[in-house]
Protein backbone atom coordinates (compact mmCIF):
# COMPACT_ATOMS: atom_id res chain seq x y z
CA UNK A 1 0.00 0.00 0.00
CA UNK A 2 2.87 2.75 1.15
CA UNK A 3 4.58 1.68 -2.65
CA UNK A 4 1.50 2.12 -5.25
CA UNK A 5 -0.95 3.70 -2.61
CA UNK A 6 -0.36 6.65 -3.59
CA UNK A 7 -0.88 6.17 -7.24
CA UNK A 8 -4.09 4.02 -6.57
CA UNK A 9 -5.50 7.26 -4.91
CA UNK A 10 -4.33 10.06 -7.93
CA UNK A 11 -5.46 7.44 -10.63
CA UNK A 12 -8.86 7.19 -9.39
CA UNK A 13 -9.43 10.81 -8.90
CA UNK A 14 -8.02 11.12 -12.53
CA UNK A 15 -10.27 8.28 -13.84
CA UNK A 16 -13.30 9.86 -12.02
CA UNK A 17 -12.96 13.52 -13.89
CA UNK A 18 -11.86 12.47 -16.99
CA UNK A 19 -14.59 9.75 -17.35
CA UNK A 20 -17.56 12.84 -16.59
CA UNK A 21 -15.98 14.96 -19.85
CA UNK A 22 -17.17 11.88 -22.08
CA UNK A 23 -19.84 9.97 -20.09
CA UNK A 24 -22.62 12.53 -20.47
CA UNK A 25 -21.91 12.46 -24.34
CA UNK A 26 -24.23 9.24 -24.66
CA UNK A 27 -26.88 10.82 -22.09
CA UNK A 28 -28.18 13.88 -23.51
CA UNK A 29 -30.84 12.94 -25.71
CA UNK A 30 -32.17 11.56 -22.39
CA UNK A 31 -31.53 14.73 -20.51
CA UNK A 32 -33.52 16.71 -23.81
CA UNK A 33 -36.64 14.39 -22.98
CA UNK A 34 -36.13 14.77 -18.95
CA UNK A 35 -35.41 17.94 -18.51
CA UNK A 36 -37.32 19.31 -21.50
CA UNK A 37 -33.26 21.06 -22.43
CA UNK A 38 -32.82 22.71 -25.62
CA UNK A 39 -29.80 22.32 -27.56
CA UNK A 40 -28.10 25.22 -25.76
CA UNK A 41 -29.00 23.79 -22.93
CA UNK A 42 -27.21 20.40 -24.02
CA UNK A 43 -23.99 22.37 -25.11
CA UNK A 44 -23.81 24.44 -22.05
CA UNK A 45 -23.98 20.70 -20.02
CA UNK A 46 -21.16 19.66 -21.63
CA UNK A 47 -18.97 22.55 -21.96
CA UNK A 48 -19.43 24.22 -18.88
CA UNK A 49 -17.67 21.34 -17.58
CA UNK A 50 -15.02 21.39 -19.96
CA UNK A 51 -14.74 25.04 -19.64
CA UNK A 52 -14.22 25.68 -15.81
CA UNK A 53 -11.75 22.77 -16.03
CA UNK A 54 -9.44 24.86 -18.26
CA UNK A 55 -9.93 28.14 -17.47
CA UNK A 56 -8.76 27.07 -13.55
CA UNK A 57 -5.81 24.62 -14.44
CA UNK A 58 -3.26 26.76 -13.70
CA UNK A 59 -4.09 29.14 -10.98
CA UNK A 60 -4.89 25.77 -9.32
CA UNK A 61 -1.47 24.61 -10.19
CA UNK A 62 -0.72 28.22 -8.33
CA UNK A 63 -2.53 27.99 -5.33
CA UNK A 64 -1.90 24.43 -4.88
CA UNK A 65 2.22 24.77 -4.89
CA UNK A 66 1.58 27.43 -2.28
CA UNK A 67 -1.32 25.51 -0.11
CA UNK A 68 -0.40 21.73 -0.07
CA UNK A 69 -0.99 19.78 -3.70
CA UNK A 70 -2.62 17.14 -1.36
CA UNK A 71 -4.96 19.49 0.38
CA UNK A 72 -5.98 21.13 -3.16
CA UNK A 73 -6.38 17.90 -4.37
CA UNK A 74 -8.49 16.33 -1.37
CA UNK A 75 -11.09 19.61 -1.17
CA UNK A 76 -11.10 18.93 -5.48
CA UNK A 77 -12.39 15.39 -4.91
CA UNK A 78 -15.21 17.18 -2.12
CA UNK A 79 -16.84 19.64 -4.61
CA UNK A 80 -16.74 17.12 -6.93
CA UNK A 81 -18.69 14.71 -5.35
CA UNK A 82 -20.85 17.81 -4.28
CA UNK A 83 -21.36 18.77 -7.66
CA UNK A 84 -21.90 15.37 -8.70
CA UNK A 85 -24.99 14.60 -6.23
CA UNK A 86 -26.21 18.23 -7.91
CA UNK A 87 -26.24 16.83 -10.98
CA UNK A 88 -28.01 13.78 -10.48
CA UNK A 89 -30.54 15.88 -8.48
CA UNK A 90 -31.31 18.70 -11.26
CA UNK A 91 -34.57 19.65 -11.99
CA UNK A 92 -33.62 21.38 -14.59
CA UNK A 93 -31.29 22.44 -17.22
CA UNK A 94 -30.02 25.14 -15.38
CA UNK A 95 -29.18 23.77 -12.08
CA UNK A 96 -27.31 21.36 -14.03
CA UNK A 97 -25.58 23.28 -16.18
CA UNK A 98 -24.32 25.58 -12.81
CA UNK A 99 -24.01 21.97 -10.91
CA UNK A 100 -21.45 20.93 -14.01
CA UNK A 101 -19.37 24.15 -13.76
CA UNK A 102 -19.17 23.65 -10.16
CA UNK A 103 -18.28 20.15 -10.86
CA UNK A 104 -15.18 20.91 -13.48
CA UNK A 105 -13.98 23.78 -11.02
CA UNK A 106 -13.26 20.14 -8.62
CA UNK A 107 -12.23 18.62 -11.40
CA UNK A 108 -9.43 21.26 -11.98
CA UNK A 109 -7.92 21.14 -8.84
CA UNK A 110 -7.42 17.37 -9.06
CA UNK A 111 -6.54 17.59 -12.74
CA UNK A 112 -3.73 20.34 -11.10
CA UNK A 113 -2.38 18.42 -8.54
CA UNK A 114 -2.04 14.59 -9.99
CA UNK A 115 1.23 15.02 -11.50
CA UNK A 116 2.54 17.22 -8.94
CA UNK A 117 1.62 14.66 -6.40
CA UNK A 118 3.61 11.45 -8.30
CA UNK A 119 5.89 13.78 -8.92
CA UNK A 120 6.61 14.20 -5.13
CA UNK A 121 6.15 10.44 -3.87
CA UNK A 122 7.80 8.90 -7.05
CA UNK A 123 11.66 8.73 -8.50
CA UNK A 124 13.73 7.55 -10.62
CA UNK A 125 12.31 4.14 -12.75
CA UNK A 126 9.10 3.83 -10.69
CA UNK A 127 8.45 7.53 -11.75
CA UNK A 128 8.11 6.20 -14.77
CA UNK A 129 6.07 3.39 -14.40
CA UNK A 130 3.62 5.58 -11.86
CA UNK A 131 3.81 7.91 -15.25
CA UNK A 132 2.75 5.10 -17.43
CA UNK A 133 0.51 3.59 -15.11
CA UNK A 134 -1.65 7.31 -14.60
CA UNK A 135 -1.18 7.80 -19.03
CA UNK A 136 -3.18 4.13 -19.42
CA UNK A 137 -5.71 4.78 -16.82
CA UNK A 138 -6.36 8.59 -18.98
CA UNK A 139 -6.76 6.27 -22.00
CA UNK A 140 -9.28 3.94 -20.26
CA UNK A 141 -11.36 6.52 -19.00
CA UNK A 142 -12.22 7.96 -22.36
CA UNK A 143 -12.35 4.69 -23.88
CA UNK A 144 -14.89 3.71 -21.03
CA UNK A 145 -17.28 6.70 -20.71
CA UNK A 146 -19.50 6.47 -24.14
CA UNK A 147 -20.21 2.81 -22.92
CA UNK A 148 -20.64 3.00 -19.18
CA UNK A 149 -23.14 5.67 -19.66
CA UNK A 150 -25.29 4.04 -22.72
CA UNK A 151 -25.16 1.43 -19.86
CA UNK A 152 -25.86 3.75 -17.10
CA UNK A 153 -29.04 5.30 -19.05
CA UNK A 154 -30.84 2.59 -20.10
CA UNK A 155 -30.46 0.97 -16.75
CA UNK A 156 -30.99 2.61 -13.48
CA UNK A 157 -31.10 5.97 -15.79
CA UNK A 158 -29.11 9.29 -16.90
CA UNK A 159 -28.79 10.81 -13.19
CA UNK A 160 -27.13 7.86 -12.57
CA UNK A 161 -23.57 8.66 -14.68
CA UNK A 162 -23.44 11.09 -11.83
CA UNK A 163 -24.19 9.23 -8.69
CA UNK A 164 -21.91 6.91 -9.71
CA UNK A 165 -19.21 9.61 -8.69
CA UNK A 166 -20.25 9.63 -4.94
CA UNK A 167 -18.76 5.86 -3.85
CA UNK A 168 -15.65 6.84 -6.09
CA UNK A 169 -15.13 10.19 -4.58
CA UNK A 170 -15.15 8.89 -0.75
CA UNK A 171 -12.69 5.98 -1.98
CA UNK A 172 -10.43 8.28 -3.29
CA UNK A 173 -10.66 10.71 -0.12
CA UNK A 174 -9.84 8.51 2.22
CA UNK A 175 -7.39 6.86 0.18
CA UNK A 176 -5.47 10.07 -0.15
CA UNK A 177 -5.36 11.28 3.21
CA UNK A 178 -4.04 7.84 3.99
CA UNK A 179 -1.23 7.41 1.76
CA UNK A 180 -0.83 10.43 -0.07
CA UNK A 181 2.36 13.07 1.47
CA UNK A 182 1.66 16.43 1.38
CA UNK A 183 4.08 18.60 -1.14
CA UNK A 184 4.62 22.11 -1.88
CA UNK A 185 6.25 24.16 -4.35
CA UNK A 186 9.29 26.64 -4.00
CA UNK A 187 8.77 29.30 -1.33
CA UNK A 188 7.98 32.74 -2.43
CA UNK A 189 4.74 31.63 -5.18
CA UNK A 190 1.61 33.59 -5.61
CA UNK A 191 -1.36 33.07 -7.08
CA UNK A 192 -2.15 35.01 -10.40
CA UNK A 193 -5.63 35.39 -9.28
CA UNK A 194 -5.98 38.64 -11.97
CA UNK A 195 -4.40 36.47 -14.72
CA UNK A 196 -6.88 33.47 -13.88
CA UNK A 197 -9.86 35.43 -13.91
CA UNK A 198 -9.34 37.58 -17.44
CA UNK A 199 -8.50 33.85 -19.05
CA UNK A 200 -11.60 32.45 -17.40
CA UNK A 201 -13.58 35.46 -18.84
CA UNK A 202 -12.08 34.95 -22.60
CA UNK A 203 -12.55 31.23 -22.36
CA UNK A 204 -15.99 31.80 -21.42
CA UNK A 205 -16.82 34.75 -23.65
CA UNK A 206 -15.65 33.45 -26.51
CA UNK A 207 -17.36 29.86 -25.99
CA UNK A 208 -20.55 32.03 -25.63
CA UNK A 209 -20.37 33.86 -28.97
CA UNK A 210 -19.82 31.10 -30.86
CA UNK A 211 -23.18 29.18 -28.94
CA UNK A 212 -25.09 32.38 -29.70
CA UNK A 213 -23.64 32.56 -33.23
CA UNK A 214 -25.97 29.19 -33.43
CA UNK A 215 -28.88 30.71 -32.32
CA UNK A 216 -29.01 34.31 -33.70
CA UNK A 217 -26.37 34.40 -36.43
CA UNK A 218 -22.53 35.64 -36.45
CA UNK A 219 -23.55 38.78 -37.42
CA UNK A 220 -25.92 39.33 -34.39
CA UNK A 221 -25.59 41.75 -31.81
CA UNK A 222 -25.31 39.35 -28.77
CA UNK A 223 -22.68 37.54 -30.69
CA UNK A 224 -20.42 40.13 -31.43
CA UNK A 225 -20.77 41.92 -28.04
CA UNK A 226 -19.33 38.49 -26.68
CA UNK A 227 -16.81 38.27 -29.34
CA UNK A 228 -15.89 41.89 -28.31
CA UNK A 229 -15.79 41.45 -24.55
CA UNK A 230 -13.52 38.09 -25.08
CA UNK A 231 -11.23 40.22 -26.89
CA UNK A 232 -11.09 42.74 -24.16
CA UNK A 233 -10.08 39.89 -21.85
CA UNK A 234 -7.63 38.61 -23.96
CA UNK A 235 -5.95 42.10 -23.78
CA UNK A 236 -6.57 42.15 -20.32
CA UNK A 237 -4.52 38.65 -19.75
CA UNK A 238 -1.54 39.30 -21.84
CA UNK A 239 -1.15 42.88 -19.87
CA UNK A 240 -1.47 40.95 -16.55
CA UNK A 241 1.38 38.63 -17.74
CA UNK A 242 3.89 40.63 -18.68
CA UNK A 243 3.60 42.21 -15.41
CA UNK A 244 3.19 40.22 -12.51
CA UNK A 245 5.87 38.71 -10.64
CA UNK A 246 4.54 35.12 -11.21
CA UNK A 247 2.68 34.91 -14.02
CA UNK A 248 0.24 31.71 -15.02
CA UNK A 249 1.93 31.88 -18.29
CA UNK A 250 5.14 33.47 -19.16
CA UNK A 251 4.38 34.89 -22.32
CA UNK A 252 8.16 34.87 -23.63
CA UNK A 253 7.64 31.16 -24.47
CA UNK A 254 5.72 32.21 -27.08
CA UNK A 255 8.72 33.32 -29.12
CA UNK A 256 9.54 29.21 -29.08
CA UNK A 257 8.30 27.99 -32.24
CA UNK A 258 8.01 24.46 -31.19
CA UNK A 259 5.79 25.45 -28.33
CA UNK A 260 3.51 27.43 -30.17
CA UNK A 261 2.89 24.23 -32.27
CA UNK A 262 2.65 22.24 -29.81
CA UNK A 263 0.08 24.45 -27.88
CA UNK A 264 -1.53 24.84 -31.61
CA UNK A 265 -1.85 21.04 -31.99
CA UNK A 266 -3.14 20.65 -28.15
CA UNK A 267 -6.20 23.26 -28.82
CA UNK A 268 -6.88 21.61 -32.53
CA UNK A 269 -6.65 18.34 -30.91
CA UNK A 270 -9.94 17.89 -28.43
CA UNK A 271 -11.93 19.74 -30.42
CA UNK A 272 -11.42 18.01 -33.67
CA UNK A 273 -11.49 14.46 -32.48
CA UNK A 274 -14.45 14.95 -29.81
CA UNK A 275 -16.47 18.39 -30.82
CA UNK A 276 -19.02 16.27 -33.00
CA UNK A 277 -19.34 13.42 -30.65
CA UNK A 278 -22.31 15.03 -28.84
CA UNK A 279 -24.24 15.53 -31.87
CA UNK A 280 -23.14 12.15 -33.50
CA UNK A 281 -24.79 10.44 -29.95
CA UNK A 282 -27.93 12.15 -30.91
CA UNK A 283 -28.53 11.58 -34.19
CA UNK A 284 -27.95 7.87 -33.51
CA UNK A 285 -30.35 7.98 -30.57
CA UNK A 286 -33.02 9.87 -31.99
CA UNK A 287 -32.74 9.92 -35.43
CA UNK A 288 -31.45 6.31 -35.99
CA UNK A 289 -33.59 5.34 -33.04
CA UNK A 290 -30.51 3.48 -31.45
CA UNK A 291 -30.75 2.63 -27.82
CA UNK A 292 -28.20 4.48 -25.89
CA UNK A 293 -25.96 1.51 -24.96
CA UNK A 294 -25.79 0.15 -29.19
CA UNK A 295 -24.91 4.25 -29.28
CA UNK A 296 -22.33 4.11 -27.15
CA UNK A 297 -20.86 0.89 -28.13
CA UNK A 298 -21.00 2.70 -31.82
CA UNK A 299 -18.06 4.84 -30.99
CA UNK A 300 -15.70 2.00 -29.77
CA UNK A 301 -13.80 2.31 -32.87
CA UNK A 302 -12.34 5.36 -31.87
CA UNK A 303 -11.85 4.30 -28.51
CA UNK A 304 -10.38 1.17 -28.76
CA UNK A 305 -8.53 2.56 -31.49
CA UNK A 306 -6.79 5.00 -29.92
CA UNK A 307 -6.42 2.63 -27.06
CA UNK A 308 -4.18 0.38 -29.35
CA UNK A 309 -2.42 2.59 -30.98
CA UNK A 310 -1.43 4.79 -28.06
CA UNK A 311 0.16 1.50 -26.04
CA UNK A 312 1.84 0.48 -28.94
CA UNK A 313 3.37 3.61 -30.12
CA UNK A 314 4.79 3.94 -26.93
CA UNK A 315 6.86 0.51 -27.48
CA UNK A 316 7.68 0.82 -31.24
CA UNK A 317 7.71 4.67 -31.82
CA UNK A 318 10.18 5.40 -28.55
CA UNK A 319 12.82 8.19 -30.12
CA UNK A 320 10.15 8.79 -32.71
CA UNK A 321 10.48 12.84 -33.68
CA UNK A 322 7.45 14.50 -31.73
CA UNK A 323 6.45 16.77 -34.90
CA UNK A 324 6.08 13.31 -36.71
CA UNK A 325 3.69 11.38 -33.83
CA UNK A 326 1.63 14.63 -32.72
CA UNK A 327 1.63 16.44 -36.77
CA UNK A 328 1.03 12.76 -38.46
CA UNK A 329 -1.60 12.21 -35.93
CA UNK A 330 -3.63 15.07 -36.65
CA UNK A 331 -3.16 14.73 -39.91
CA UNK A 332 -5.01 11.63 -39.36
CA UNK A 333 -7.67 12.40 -37.35
CA UNK A 334 -8.34 15.43 -39.69
CA UNK A 335 -8.59 13.09 -42.58
CA UNK A 336 -10.57 10.48 -40.14
CA UNK A 337 -13.16 13.46 -39.93
CA UNK A 338 -13.43 13.90 -43.94
CA UNK A 339 -14.07 10.06 -43.75
CA UNK A 340 -17.08 10.89 -41.81
CA UNK A 341 -18.50 13.43 -43.89
CA UNK A 342 -20.76 10.97 -46.13
CA UNK A 343 -23.79 10.51 -44.32
CA UNK A 344 -27.00 10.90 -45.97
CA UNK A 345 -30.78 10.43 -45.33
CA UNK A 346 -30.50 6.50 -45.98
CA UNK A 347 -26.95 6.69 -44.18
CA UNK A 348 -26.49 4.20 -40.78
CA UNK A 349 -23.47 3.99 -38.09
CA UNK A 350 -21.79 1.88 -40.62
CA UNK A 351 -20.65 4.35 -42.91
CA UNK A 352 -18.89 6.11 -39.84
CA UNK A 353 -16.43 2.83 -39.29
CA UNK A 354 -13.52 3.83 -41.19
CA UNK A 355 -13.81 7.42 -40.47
CA UNK A 356 -13.77 6.63 -36.61
CA UNK A 357 -10.81 4.23 -37.03
CA UNK A 358 -8.54 7.04 -38.80
CA UNK A 359 -9.40 9.03 -35.65
CA UNK A 360 -8.63 6.52 -33.17
CA UNK A 361 -5.35 5.86 -34.74
CA UNK A 362 -4.39 9.86 -34.66
CA UNK A 363 -5.85 10.22 -31.01
CA UNK A 364 -3.40 7.00 -30.32
CA UNK A 365 -0.52 9.00 -31.57
CA UNK A 366 -1.24 12.41 -30.21
CA UNK A 367 -2.26 11.71 -26.93
CA UNK A 368 0.74 10.11 -25.24
CA UNK A 369 3.03 12.24 -26.66
CA UNK A 370 1.85 16.18 -26.64
CA UNK A 371 2.07 16.44 -23.01
CA UNK A 372 6.06 15.92 -23.09
CA UNK A 373 6.58 17.61 -26.09
CA UNK A 374 5.19 20.58 -24.59
CA UNK A 375 7.59 19.70 -21.79
CA UNK A 376 10.35 19.32 -23.45
CA UNK A 377 9.84 22.38 -26.08
CA UNK A 378 10.83 24.77 -22.90
CA UNK A 379 13.75 24.84 -20.14
CA UNK A 380 13.37 22.47 -17.05
CA UNK A 381 11.92 25.63 -15.03
CA UNK A 382 9.09 26.19 -16.98
CA UNK A 383 8.55 22.40 -17.24
CA UNK A 384 5.45 23.31 -14.98
CA UNK A 385 3.75 25.90 -16.85
CA UNK A 386 4.09 23.96 -19.76
CA UNK A 387 2.34 20.92 -18.54
CA UNK A 388 -0.54 22.85 -17.44
CA UNK A 389 -0.83 24.86 -20.61
CA UNK A 390 -1.39 22.04 -22.59
CA UNK A 391 -3.90 20.92 -20.86
CA UNK A 392 -5.69 23.99 -20.41
CA UNK A 393 -5.71 24.33 -24.37
CA UNK A 394 -6.58 20.83 -24.68
CA UNK A 395 -9.76 21.72 -22.41
CA UNK A 396 -10.40 24.94 -24.15
CA UNK A 397 -10.27 23.02 -27.25
CA UNK A 398 -12.62 20.73 -26.83
CA UNK A 399 -14.95 23.32 -25.12
CA UNK A 400 -14.62 25.18 -28.71
CA UNK A 401 -14.67 22.17 -30.41
CA UNK A 402 -18.65 21.21 -29.36
CA UNK A 403 -19.64 25.18 -29.86
CA UNK A 404 -18.33 25.27 -33.32
CA UNK A 405 -19.64 21.64 -34.48
CA UNK A 406 -22.94 22.78 -32.77
CA UNK A 407 -23.09 25.89 -35.07
CA UNK A 408 -22.07 24.54 -38.11
CA UNK A 409 -24.78 22.02 -37.15
CA UNK A 410 -27.46 24.34 -37.07
CA UNK A 411 -26.56 26.67 -39.88
CA UNK A 412 -26.26 23.99 -42.34
CA UNK A 413 -29.65 22.39 -41.08
CA UNK A 414 -31.35 26.23 -41.63
CA UNK A 415 -30.99 25.36 -44.91
CA UNK A 416 -33.80 23.19 -45.31
CA UNK A 417 -35.47 23.26 -41.94
CA UNK A 418 -37.13 26.64 -40.62
CA UNK A 419 -34.71 27.63 -37.21
CA UNK A 420 -36.45 26.66 -34.27
CA UNK A 421 -37.17 23.04 -36.27
CA UNK A 422 -33.03 22.83 -37.19
CA UNK A 423 -32.58 23.87 -33.03
CA UNK A 424 -34.99 21.35 -31.87
CA UNK A 425 -33.90 18.42 -34.55
CA UNK A 426 -29.98 18.93 -33.38
CA UNK A 427 -31.32 19.00 -29.30
CA UNK A 428 -32.66 15.45 -29.77
CA UNK A 429 -36.63 16.76 -30.18
CA UNK A 430 -36.59 14.65 -33.33
CA UNK A 431 -39.97 12.65 -32.34
CA UNK A 432 -41.84 16.32 -31.56
CA UNK A 433 -40.97 17.03 -35.55
CA UNK A 434 -42.07 14.12 -37.15
CA UNK A 435 -45.89 14.83 -37.67
CA UNK A 436 -45.04 18.15 -39.72
CA UNK A 437 -41.83 17.00 -41.72
CA UNK A 438 -41.49 13.61 -43.63
CA UNK A 439 -38.67 10.81 -41.76
CA UNK A 440 -36.73 11.58 -44.98
CA UNK A 441 -36.58 15.28 -44.55
CA UNK A 442 -35.12 15.28 -41.00
CA UNK A 443 -32.83 12.37 -41.79
CA UNK A 444 -31.41 14.39 -44.79
CA UNK A 445 -31.28 17.88 -42.57
CA UNK A 446 -29.36 16.03 -39.78
CA UNK A 447 -27.08 14.33 -41.86
CA UNK A 448 -26.17 17.35 -43.89
CA UNK A 449 -25.13 19.10 -41.20
CA UNK A 450 -23.28 15.98 -39.46
CA UNK A 451 -21.62 16.33 -42.81
CA UNK A 452 -20.62 20.12 -42.68
CA UNK A 453 -18.99 19.81 -38.82
CA UNK A 454 -17.05 17.08 -39.86
CA UNK A 455 -15.67 19.03 -42.91
CA UNK A 456 -15.40 21.88 -40.89
CA UNK A 457 -13.41 19.61 -38.35
CA UNK A 458 -11.37 17.94 -41.11
CA UNK A 459 -9.69 21.83 -42.39
CA UNK A 460 -8.99 22.57 -38.67
CA UNK A 461 -7.19 19.22 -37.79
CA UNK A 462 -5.38 19.13 -41.34
CA UNK A 463 -4.02 22.70 -40.57
CA UNK A 464 -3.14 22.04 -37.16
CA UNK A 465 -1.37 19.00 -38.16
CA UNK A 466 0.58 21.23 -40.68
CA UNK A 467 1.73 23.48 -38.32
CA UNK A 468 3.36 20.96 -36.04
CA UNK A 469 5.36 19.35 -38.46
CA UNK A 470 6.44 22.70 -39.70
CA UNK A 471 6.90 24.39 -36.02
CA UNK A 472 7.92 21.57 -34.21
CA UNK A 473 11.19 21.47 -35.62
CA UNK A 474 14.69 19.69 -35.15
CA UNK A 475 15.38 20.37 -31.67
CA UNK A 476 15.35 19.88 -27.90
CA UNK A 477 11.54 18.89 -28.26
CA UNK A 478 12.70 15.40 -29.98
CA UNK A 479 15.04 14.67 -28.28
CA UNK A 480 14.61 11.03 -27.04
CA UNK A 481 10.91 10.76 -27.68
CA UNK A 482 8.60 13.12 -25.88
CA UNK A 483 7.58 10.29 -23.03
CA UNK A 484 10.74 9.79 -21.73
CA UNK A 485 12.30 14.06 -22.49
CA UNK A 486 8.93 14.22 -20.32
CA UNK A 487 9.52 11.93 -17.66
CA UNK A 488 12.65 13.84 -17.01
CA UNK A 489 11.45 16.69 -16.86
CA UNK A 490 8.57 16.36 -14.79
CA UNK A 491 11.70 14.67 -12.45
CA UNK A 492 13.14 18.24 -12.44
CA UNK A 493 10.50 20.35 -12.06
CA UNK A 494 8.15 17.50 -9.81
CA UNK A 495 5.14 19.27 -11.56
CA UNK A 496 3.22 19.35 -14.77
CA UNK A 497 0.45 20.90 -14.20
CA UNK A 498 1.49 23.92 -11.74
CA UNK A 499 1.26 27.33 -12.37
Not at 65 to 75: Q, W
Not at 99 to 106: D, E, I, M, N
Not at 148 to 165: A, D, H, K, S
Amino acid sequence: MRTWGPLTAVCLGTFMLLLDVTIVVVALPDMARSLHASLSDLQWVVDGYALALAALLLGFGAAADILGRRRVHVAGLVLFAVASLLCGLAGGPGALVAARAVQGVGAAAMLATTLPLLGSVYQGRRRSVALGVWGAVSGAAAAVGPVLGGVLTEGPGWRWIFFVNLPVSVAAVWLTLRVVPESKGPRGMRIDWAGTVAFAGFAGGVTYAVVRAGEDGWGATPTLVSFALAALALVCFVLVERRVAHPLLDLGLLRKPAFVGVMAGGLAFNGVAFGGMPYLSIWLQTVLGMSPVRGGLTLLPLTGAAVVVSVLAGKLLHGVPARLTIGGGLLLIGTGCFCQAVLGAGSDWTALVPGLVLVGVGTGLVAPGIAGAALAAVPAERAGMAGGAVNTVRQLGYALGVAVSGTVLTSRMRDTLPHDAAHTLAGGGAGALRGAFSEHALRAAFASGLDSAFVTAGFVGTAAGALVLVLVGAGRAERGGVTESGARTLSEEETASSG
